[in-house]
């Protein structure tokens, strides 16, 4: 019996994910993992708050799929741009759809596009050293910075905008976010959040985090906090650790927190630059002084083309199986935010994973394949084009960053050019390997 090849579409937490339960699922796959960076883990490498270090070292064990004999990961090629959806179709049994969310949701209020307003998404791949990742608008001195959102996004964000530089020089980020944040000296921190206290987003834990930062006053605005009577069961501890939070009195000195609950952002003013907020809420219109406005609202899905969406954030799909033209597309599947959309953690992608897999041994006695030619050939042509990164070239590319941080008396640094991440990987040629049998 002749074995099934796959090609997987992100090498993200919900690629890998996938790749772990199809090896688990079926002894005789081979697996592809198309990566569009020439580096593997996307949200987990940069899209993780960089003082998550618990959560980050979730790596090794999603890295170790690519090191299987029957997997092969091809970085460095944007499946849409480089090789399209019908080709990958053509060439493997199957197609997993893994490849999330890339773009943030606008706020759409007037003045947004104006210098030291910036997307949430743009910040974060900044600060995670996401490579070919631009450097945002930001102003380099900072007194007032607003937030808005109501989600673990927004704290993560918060939190990066509230640490000192020091507190960050032990994990990866690149040298020139810790001295911006040196030099930014934010004082006040406003998060905008237009839900109520008892219908917001964000986890206990990730508002401790942020409101137990040394030196930190938190400041409720505008509305009372509930009781535990008045919350729901499940964010009970959240609204508690935002009480006990609390700061009494008029806080001097260190950073102060300012909560804005029931409240939206109206207009940015200023004169080509963010100078003011306005904002609506439950004392009606006010304004004041801000530098920097971050907008944390949510993400929009990957714009890939030949793949069906059913909404701006989710592939057309029932359950783990994509649908092309209102019926399920044989051997087509989904997993991740490009199944769900930009929601839960990353523990939710072990079981849309599983998911997949399953569907797959569900439907393999009647899969029908459309593919018509080797893997190997398709992979020899890519590789005539351009450099493609596989498992050898990424542990090249960790290599050379551990080498960064050592200059700098770090342990790490990540490398965010991507002429450099590709010439650590190029050191040698080593796409060759087959896979195993």
Not at 231 to 252: E, I, K, M, Q, Y
Request: proline share 6%.
């Amino acid at each position: 019996m002749s074995p099934t090849y796959a090609a997987v579409i992100g090498a993200g937490p919900s690629g890998l994910y996938a790749v772990h339960a199809l090896l688990e699922a079926d002894p005789a796959i081979r697996i592809d993992v198309f990566e569009a960076l020439p580096t593997p883990l996307g949200l987990l490498r940069y899209g993780v708050a960089p003082d998550h270090l618990k959560i980050k070292a979730l790596a090794p064990s999603l890295e170790a799929a690519l090191a299987h004999p029957r997997v092969r990961l091809a970085g460095n090629v944007r499946v849409g741009r480089d090789v399209s959806v019908e080709t990958l179709r053509t060439h493997y049994d199957i197609v997993v759809h893994a490849f999330g969310a890339e773009r943030s949701r606008r706020l759409g209020v007037p003045g947004e596009q104006m210098h030291g307003s910036v997307a949430a998404a743009d910040l974060i791949s900044w600060y995670s050293g996401k490579p070919g990742a631009a450097a945002p608008r930001l102003p380099a001195r900072v007194r007032t910075a607003v937030v808005i959102g109501a989600g673990n996004v927004a704290l993560d964000v918060a939190r990066f905008l509230a640490r000192r530089a020091e507190d960050l020089r032990a994990t990866d980020v690149p040298s020139a976010v810790l001295s911006w944040l040196a030099d930014a000296g934010i004082e006040d921190l406003h998060l905008v959040v237009r839900r109520s206290p008892a219908e917001v987003k964000f986890s206990s834990k990730e508002l401790r985090e942020l409101v137990s930062l040394p030196g930190a006053h938190t400041l409720v605005h505008g509305v009372e906090l509930p009781e535990d009577g008045m919350v729901p069961p499940h964010l009970r501890r959240t609204v508690r650790v935002l009480r006990d939070a609390v700061t009494t009195g008029t806080p001097t000195g260190g950073l102060r927190l300012h909560f804005h609950f029931g409240t939206r952002p109206v207009e940015v003013l200023g004169n080509g630059k963010v100078e003011r907020i306005r904002l609506a809420g439950p004392a009606g219109l006010q304004e004041f002084d801000a530098q920097l406005l971050i907008s944390a609202i949510g993400y929009l899905g990957t714009d890939v083309p030949d793949v069906p969406m059913s909404s701006s954030s989710a592939v057309a799909a029932q359950g783990p199986r994509v649908v092309r033209d209102g019926s399920v597309s044989p051997g087509e599947y989904v997993t991740g935010w490009a199944r769900r959309g930009a929601t839960g953690v990353l523990a939710t992608n072990r079981a849309d994973g599983e998911a997949v897999a399953a569907a797959v041994i569900e439907d393999a006695g009647g899969l029908i394949s459309r593919r018509t030619s080797s893997p190997d050939a398709l992979l020899n042509r890519l590789r005539a084009r351009r450099i493609v990164v596989d498992a050898e070239g990424w542990a090249r590319i960790q290599a050379a960053e551990q080498d960064e941080g050592r200059l700098l008396g770090r342990d790490r640094v990540k490398i965010a050019d991507p002429r450099r991440l590709l010439a650590a990987a190029s050191a040698a040629d080593s796409l060759t390997r087959e896979v195993a049998s």
